[in-house]
């Protein structure tokens, strides 16, 4: 059996309670990372997804609006053509 120094044996003890008394500490600031970057996510795909409904609301007030305003040049075409059918 080989003689190791009483210092080694000390300082690599020391080492390993080191080691496992971070371990808590590391895996809780690992946990905090991932929870906060899943709830930026979170965050973006909401505003996301608010941003589409809008674009999506003011596409079908634009064809809305359009249509509205397309009735009278309907009826003002079909009247005209119905006054030229019936010169023949």
Do not use: C, W
């Amino acid at each position: 059996m080989a003689f190791v120094a009483e210092q080694i044996t000390d300082a690599v003890t020391q080492t390993n309670v080191k080691v496992v008394a971070e371990a808590p500490a590391m895996a809780m600031g690992t946990l905090y990372q991932t929870a906060g970057h899943s709830t930026g996510m979170m965050y973006e795909n909401s505003v996301n997804a608010q941003n589409q409904q809008n674009i999506l609301s003011q596409a079908a007030t634009t064809q809305g609006v359009m249509q509205i305003y397309s009735v009278d040049t309907v009826s003002d075409a079909l009247a005209v053509t119905r006054m030229m059918s019936s010169r023949n």
